[in-house]
């Protein structure tokens, strides 16, 4: 059973430039969240979704983030015109259905805006 | 929202020695994770314990729910062993799973 897959490991944008970072759950898992982790930081959330929908948004910034999680194919977390203050390591975890089960984490995505 | 202190915040042992670190929440839980992240980044299950004693090889755990603590034991220390001990936790009154952090508990195994 593959754990979490996230791609790209490493991403360098230009600021003012998009990045699309992908999240592909472990087998059987429903449940998708993601996180940011600044240098020398703990993890903050931003998103939890499930297939085709949204749950809790609550600690995406307002403008130019957004994050799916079709019926078909990854989640993608998708940050428009990026700055320097972007540059982060985005951590993709999953859990099977259900309330309060364990979560398992991606090895990450290092994005570094230039 | 939860609030999640870990302590020490920092911790340099000599391979061979054993330590214990520590989370406190300030609120009731549903689910306590403890995770290692290597030098590489990973993050790595260690334990999911929201109550209760788990034992794994050289590393145990303790969630005491009822004091809004955990503790992680490391014993035989390996350099290995070296990275970021985070401790997350989910609210009891959240409406989701998501995991609130500590800031973690950076621990250097010398040789």
């Known amino acids: 059973n593959a754990g979490v897959m996230q791609n790209p490991r490493h991403l360098v944008r230009r600021r003012g430039q998009e990045a699309r970072l992908r999240c592909s759950p472990m087998k059987g898992h429903s449940h998708v969240y993601w996180y940011r982790q600044l240098p020398e930081e703990g993890l903050k959330f931003m998103v939890y979704l499930q297939k085709e929908n949204i749950i809790d948004e609550s600690g995406m910034p307002k403008e130019r983030f957004s994050a799916e999680f079709p019926k078909e194919g990854p989640s993608i977390l998708r940050i428009q015109q990026v700055v320097r203050g972007d540059s982060a390591a985005y951590f993709c975890?999953?859990?099977?259905?259900?309330?309060?089960?364990?979560?398992?984490f991606g090895q990450g995505t290092r994005l570094t805006v230039v | 929202g939860i609030q999640v202190e870990q302590s020490p915040p920092d911790l340099i042992l000599q391979e061979g020695a054993n330590s214990t670190l520590r989370c406190n929440f300030s609120?009731?839980?549903?689910?306590l994770q403890w995770f290692h992240q290597n030098p590489w980044g990973q993050l790595i299950n260690l334990f999911y314990?929201?109550?209760g004693t788990k034992q794994n090889g050289r590393l145990s755990a303790t969630t005491v729910a009822t004091e809004r603590y955990s503790l992680l034991y490391i014993s035989s220390s390996q350099t290995t062993d070296s990275g970021v001990y985070f401790c997350a936790v989910t609210a009891y009154t959240g409406a989701n799973s998501k995991l609130t952090f500590g800031k973690g508990i950076t621990l250097s195994v010398r040789p």
């Open positions: 314990i929201p109550s």
């Open positions: 975890a999953s859990s099977p259905p259900g309330a309060n089960t364990e979560a398992f």
């Open positions: 609120d009731s839980v549903n689910n």
